[in-house]
């Protein structure tokens, strides 16, 4: 049915309340009744004892329960200049009258949108699909949702004391960015972060969720009705939903492994662009990546030996080793994430600082970091370890959270890449290299490492190059070490067994 033919639908209304004052409309003794039309050429919900309007090329409709629900616009017909949008909170008699209202929305917005809808600032694109649609597979999308979407794994973050501790830490050592302001919690999860800022005073927050997990996130936050009444859930997308207004604080927990792994901190930083304020706070405020070559022969072994399995040449009168090379290229691809000990390292770290106020999102599309290392020790270098910290710059206390080898451990634990060909250094010689990240559509990355030992000694400023070896690495697969064996005892010559076999793998490949 086309918008122009469609009769004006007037409902009945228990309250309205408006999200951008401290009014509300009167209760059921004074019903308040909203409206459907279409009036110069522009399709609006009007509610008529409030005295404003929405667009509804332009609008959302958001359920908070059986009988509310929150109806958000970046435009109106009454918006002030200096607003960011409109909202309010509508509230039903009956659960039928809801669901009567909730169909003719999507009735009318739908007509509207094929009279020519508006695009949402940094949100939607013109074929209809969000940012992330666009650039993250359906596929893993489903998977990353429903795994956020269990308790089980909300509970295994929970119980990361170091993580939870200093967040609630960090919230409440500054309250004076929380007390009075609006917070935006991006991937709000159970609601604990956004529970943290209304603690610290926070005037109303948002959390975002786009996970079934919101649901849980209600049910909790509602189990704390002191917090509850200034905490709004809102289930959907940061890239697609709008808020009645802009945010003073951002608050999130969009870390992953090697800090990007979920290419969360893309999400995190369209919050920023759409909905934070001139000069608001973010809490993490910036994050690095630190990396330094590490010697582990326990671990090398161990990978190597994953594949021996495919050297059998009489496996049940089938010969296995045609796949030994793809089986060998295979394991070495997979980043090792567990807890090591940092006496492991061979050179002291580096890191590659990314400021969460001013990285751009398409700067998290490819990220390159170039290596260069002074050996401590000498040894055989099996590749680059890395993990990393945040800084929550609080305007009271700065506190740094940290996933370093040797501090209590995170249930990031700390990665690993594994050089299939490890190096041989010196005390004193230099190693450089690359650590070139490319970002996937399954919400993560691809590793290529490359680290090269120069020269070492009388004329090593004339001479080049000594040895080079590299890797490629998916980091959406890694393999779950989580400890290191204590009890293997490497002889010298199964370590020379193991180099003559990838010398094989390596003429196969």
């Known amino acids: 049915m086309e918008a122009t033919s469609m009769k004006q639908q007037e409902f009945t209304l228990a309250s309205v309340t408006d999200l951008t004052s401290s009014s509300s409309s009167p209760s059921s003794s004074s019903p308040v009744s909203a409206t459907f039309s ?8 009007r509610f008529h004892e409030s005295e404003f309007g929405f667009d509804l090329s332009s609008t959302q409709l958001f359920k908070l329960g059986p009988l509310q629900f929150m109806c958000v616009s970046d435009r109106s017909d009454s918006i ?6 409109r909202g309010v909170v509508i509230k039903f008699r009956e659960e039928k009258e809801s669901k009567e209202f909730c169909d ?14 508006s695009s949402l600032a940094n949100g939607t694109v013109p074929d209809g699909k969000s940012k992330f649609d666009n650039k993250i597979e359906a596929a893993s999308a489903k998977m990353y949702f429903h795994y956020y979407g269990q308790l089980l794994h909300q509970q295994n973050m929970l119980q990361d004391y170091v993580r939870t501790g200093t967040y609630h830490a960090a919230v409440m050592e500054n309250r004076s960015d929380f007390a009075g302001r609006v917070v935006v919690d991006v991937g ?11 603690l610290a005073g926070a005037k109303h927050v948002y959390a975002v969720e786009a996970s079934e997990m919101a649901d849980y996130a209600r049910k909790l936050i509602a189990g704390n009705p002191l917090l509850a009444e200034r905490i709004t ?11 009645p207004e802009k945010a003073d604080v951002l608050i999130s927990e969009p870390m992953g492994t090697l800090l990007v792994n979920e290419r969360m901190l893309e999400t995190y930083v369209i919050a920023r662009d759409r909905f934070l304020s001139p000069n608001g706070k973010m809490f993490p405020t910036v994050g690095r990546i630190h990396m330094a070559p590490f010697s582990d022969e326990f671990l090398f072994v161990e990978m190597a030996n994953k594949a021996l399995f495919w050297q059998q040449q009489n496996y049940y009168g ?4 045609p796949l030994y090379a793809s089986a060998h290229q295979g394991y070495f691809s997979q980043p090792v994430v567990d807890a090591f000990d940092p006496r492991l390292l061979v050179a002291p770290p580096m890191f590659h600082v990314i400021d969460f106020t001013k990285m751009k999102e398409e700067q998290f599309y490819e990220i390159d970091v170039p290596l260069k290392f002074t050996a401590s020790v000498c040894g055989r270098v099996h590749g680059l370890a890395c993990w990393f910290d945040v800084l929550f710059d609080g305007s009271t ?11 209590p451990t995170t249930h990031w634990y700390q ?6 060909q490890p190096i041989h250094v010196m005390a004193g010689q230099e190693l450089t290299g690359r650590l070139h990240l490319v970002a996937h559509s399954a919400q993560s990355y691809t590793i290529n490492l490359t680290l090269s030992a120069k020269m070492w000694g009388p004329g090593a400023n004339q001479g080049g190059i000594l040895q080079t070896s590299s890797c490629k690495l998916d980091l959406k697969e890694p393999y779950y070490r989580m400890s290191q064996p204590q009890d293997i005892q490497i002889q010298s010559d199964d370590l020379e067994e193991i180099e003559l076999l990838q010398q094989n793998a390596n003429a196969q490949l």
Do not use: H, Y
């Open 188 to 198: 709000a999860g159970s609601g604990i972060l956004s529970m943290f800022a209304a």
């Open 80 to 85: 002030k200049e200096d607003s960011f949008s």
């Open 38 to 45: 279409r009036v110069n050429e522009v399709t609006e919900l």
């Open 397 to 407: 206390v700065q506190r740094w959270f940290t996933t370093a080898p040797g501090a």
């Open 233 to 243: 859930v809102i289930k959907g997308k940061i890239e697609d939903i709008e808020l």
């Open 318 to 321: 089938v010969d296995l080793t």
């Open 104 to 117: 003719s929305f999507e009735e009318w917005t739908t007509n509207a949108a094929g009279k020519g809808s």
């Open 415 to 420: 990665i690993r890449c594994v050089l299939s």
